[in-house]
């Protein structure tokens, strides 16, 4: 359970940042005006962004072979959002390719705008998953395929994660922008910042109050529980991403900014423990034979051995430029 939250942590946090460059694309303006910021977003994002489905496919292998009870309800109950997600995205990927690809003006606004759509709705429709699992909606062998992620709980959950998708793309390509000697985009995309972050606050702070009447034992660990500190150190860092953005400086804001959102991740965890679905089904009830779970970790291990140096190497070259234009033929 621990490795699968570490994992879900590196899937928030980096294909998350990819998701909202695509929400930036979209609001970037016509062909002209947004040349500029389509750019940097395809220049940040295109070396890694495929990549970053590893961990989507890691996280889905680890539910499903350590706790085939909860996967089957989950899947089962939420087929509908997932499958949605899952569409999403397929569409995103081909056209982030295809952009790059087609040769007329037409072909590459369509492709754009599917790129841009797909990447707005596949974080939404994670996120009312994440909430019809939070409020303990995904109970026995069926659920409701409906009302278990058409309510008021799910559907900001959604928007809290296309928000916190759309900050963490802006945080992350401002440094982009500084380290590119780029002051203009820099400035462009820190106002972008300034304003997902103050978004993804309040939205925040609505979901939360909202928890109080649709999940109340997690509310309560989450403000006044073992879960506290860790609500204490995401507004902490998240406001000090503003502040530092407010005075123009963007050295720090990039880890500041996973840092809250790991912060809530990990404190949604804390605050569900020992509870993988809400209300009764445990970790321990959960789980897979115990031969299951050792042959998991051990296939872990081999995929940090293998897999680790390769995204390191990844990640550096791409912080260091060094990787080429994207699409380049």
Known sequence: AAVLLLVITAYAALAGADFGGGVWDLLAGSTAAGAAPRRRIDRS????????????????????????????????????????????????GAGFAFRSQVETLRWQRIS?????????????????????????????????????????????????????????????????????????????????????????????????????????????VLTTGRALPLVVISVLAGTAVLVLLARDQTRLIRLLAT????????GWALAQYPLLLPPRLTIHAAAAPAGAGVTELVVVAIIVVLVGPSFALLYSLAQRGTLGEPGAR
């Open 112 to 220: 754009g705008a599917i790129f841009a759509l797909a990447s707005l709705l596949t974080p939404f429709f994670l996120g009312t998953a994440i909430g019809a699992i939070v409020t303990g909606r995904v109970r026995g062998a069926a659920g409701d395929p409906v009302s278990s992620w058409v309510n008021p709980t799910s559907l900001l959950t959604g928007a809290l994660f296309v928000a916190t998708s759309a900050y963490l793309a802006a945080v992350y390509l401002a440094t982009d922008s500084e380290r590119a000697g780029d002051p203009g985009l820099r400035r462009y995309f820190t106002r972008r910042a300034v304003a997902s972050g103050a978004l993804t606050g309040l939205l925040a702070a609505i979901t939360m109050t909202v928890l109080h009447t649709t999940a109340a034992r997690v509310f309560s």
């Open 45 to 92: 994002i295109g070396p890694v962004w495929e990549s970053n489905h590893v961990w989507l496919i890691i996280a889905l292998v680890l539910l499903w072979t350590g706790f085939p009870v909860a996967f089957a309800r989950i899947f089962t109950t939420l087929f509908v959002p997932l499958s949605l997600s899952l569409l999403g995205i397929v569409l995103r």
């Open 259 to 266: 840092l809250a959102v790991t912060a809530v991740i990990w």
